[in-house]
C-alpha cells in the first residue's frame, strides 16, 4: 500500500512514521520552502505525549524541553500582578517549541519528503488516487492523506469550501535573539493582558526570546502588513513590548495567522483523508492541538493497518477521534475568557484565582483542572492511553 500525505508538519509526520513502520510505501509533500522550524511555545501532554512515549521518542524530546517554574502575569511597567507557580513532579506533561517537537519526529521519519510542493488536483478511481502536485509532477497512490493544516488544500478539493470557525482574535509569534532580554524573563513564562490582547514571552536556549501576541479582532481578514498591525496593537502597552516590536521580523519569521477551529461532518472522502488541523483544529486556545495531532495520526494508522479494509478504517478512524476532539473544541471556546479576558473585571477576577492556587495544597488541583476532558477519553475500539501504555 502506498499513501502520499500532503503536509509534513506534526500530524504528517507522525502518521508516516506509523505507517513506514508498518510496510507501507510513504511519500510526505510540503508546501514550505523547507522544514518549519518556526511556532510558539507548546505545553505537551495528554495523549500526544502517550503516542510520544509509544514511538520512543521521550529521550529526545526531555533533551529539548524547556523548563517552566511559574506562569506569571504583569502590567506596563513589567512589575508582577499575579501568578502561578507551577508544582514539581507534574507527570507526563513538558513545555517545547512546536518546531522542535516537529524535529525530533521529522528525524526519525524515514520517508522522502518534497519541500516547496502541494496537491493541484487529484483524481480517484477504482485502483486508487491520481495526484498531480503544483510542481508539475505526478503520484500515483492507494490513499491521499490532507494533514496540510486549517487552510487544507485537501481538503478544499476534496469537500468544497469549508469556513474554519474564527474565534474572533488574531494571533502571532516571533523570535528574537537577546541576552538582556532572555535573562530578564527567564524560566517563567510573563505575560500582559489588557481587555482584548495578551502578550506573552518566555526565554529560550542561545539567549533568544520566544514572544506569542494575541488579539481581539473581529474582522477575519489577515493584514497586509502584519508587522505594522502588531506595533499599532502592542506597540503602546509598556513592557518589553516597544523593544521587542522595533525587531519584529516580517514573514515568514514572523508567524500570523487567525485563531480558528475546524469542524466537518466527514474526514474522508473515498481514498482521501484528513488528519491533523484540516479535519480538528481546536485552536491556540485548546492547547491541544499538537498533541491531538499525534493521536489522531496514530488512530488512522492503527486503523489503516489493522484489516486492510480501507473504507472501513477511515470510518473508524473519525469515530474514535471526533468525540474528543469536540470536546477539546468546546473546552478551548470556553477557555477564551481565560487567556484573553474581554474587561477588566475579569482579569481581576482571575488574578484573586490565581492568588487562591497558590495556597498550598491548591496549586495542584489548579492546574489539573485547566486540562479539556480530550486527553482523558478518545472513544471507540481503542482508548488511546491504555492503548499505548499496553505496548
Given at each position: ?20 513502520r508498518?510496510g ?26 502517550q ?7 521521550l ?58 510542493a ?67 524573563i ?43 498591525a ?43 483523508a ?48 471526533a ?18 479576558p ?7 477576577a ?10 498550598p ?31
Amino acid at each position: 500500500m502506498k499513501a502520499l500525505i500532503c503536509g509534513a508538519g506534526i500530524a504528517g509526520l507522525t502518521l508516516a512514521w506509523h505507517l513506514e513502520r508498518a510496510g507501507w510505501e510513504v511519500e510526505l509533500v510540503e508546501r514550505a520552502a523547507a522544514f518549519r522550524d518556526g511556532g510558539y511555545m507548546i505545553d505537551f501532554y495528554g495523549p500526544g505525549y502517550q503516542v510520544a512515549r509509544r514511538m520512543g521518542l521521550l529521550p529526545r524530546l526531555l533533551d529539548v524541553r524547556y523548563p517552566v517554574v511559574e506562569v506569571g502575569y504583569v502590567d506596563r511597567r513589567g512589575r508582577r500582578t499575579s501568578g502561578l507557580t507551577l508544582p514539581s513532579g507534574l507527570e507526563d506533561i513538558m513545555s517545547l517549541l512546536r518546531g522542535d517537537l516537529a524535529r525530533v519526529i521529522a528525524d526519525e521519519v524515514r520517508a522522502p519528503i518534497t519541500y516547496g510542493a502541494g496537491v493541484e488536483s487529484f483524481d480517484q478511481h477504482a485502483e486508487g488516487v491520481s495526484i498531480r502536485l503544483t510542481d508539475g509532477t505526478s503520484r500515483e497512490a492507494d490513499l491521499l492523506v490532507g494533514a496540510d493544516g486549517a487552510r487544507s488544500r485537501v481538503r478544499e478539493l476534496a469537500f468544497g469550501d469549508v469556513a474554519p470557525r474564527f474565534l474572533g482574535h488574531h494571533v502571532a509569534a516571533f523570535t528574537l535573539r537577546d541576552a538582556r532580554l532572555s535573562e530578564q524573563i527567564g524560566t517563567r513564562y510573563q505575560m500582559l493582558t489588557e481587555p482584548g490582547v495578551m502578550a506573552g514571552a518566555y526565554a529560550l536556549r542561545d539567549d533568544r526570546l520566544s514572544l506569542l501576541l494575541l488579539r481581539r479582532e473581529p474582522d477575519p481578514a489577515l493584514p497586509g502588513d502584519p508587522v505594522a498591525a502588531l506595533r499599532r496593537g502592542f506597540g503602546e502597552r509598556g513592557w518589553i513590548l516597544p523593544e521587542v516590536l522595533a525587531r519584529c521580523p516580517g514573514p515568514p519569521e514572523l508567524y500570523y495567522d487567525l485563531v480558528t477551529q475546524v469542524e466537518m461532518e466527514r474526514w474522508h472522502a473515498g481514498r482521501v483523508a484528513l488528519v491533523g488541523d484540516a479535519c480538528q483544529a481546536v485552536s491556540l486556545f485548546a492547547g491541544q492541538g499538537a498533541s491531538m495531532a499525534m493521536a489522531g495520526a496514530w488512530i488512522l494508522a492503527d486503523e489503516l493497518t489493522a484489516d486492510g479494509d480501507l473504507p472501513g478504517a477511515l470510518i473508524r478512524y473519525q469515530e474514535r477521534m471526533a468525540p474528543s476532539i469536540a470536546e477539546v473544541q468546546r473546552f478551548g471556546r470556553r477557555f477564551i475568557q481565560w487567556m484573553a479576558p474581554s474587561h477588566r473585571w475579569r482579569i481581576a477576577a482571575r488574578d484573586v484565582m490565581l492568588r487562591l492556587a497558590a495556597l498550598p495544597g491548591v496549586d495542584r488541583l489548579f492546574v489539573n483542572s485547566l486540562s479539556p476532558g480530550g486527553h482523558r477519553v478518545i472513544s471507540g475500539r481503542s482508548h488511546v492511553l491504555e492503548s499505548v501504555r499496553e505496548d
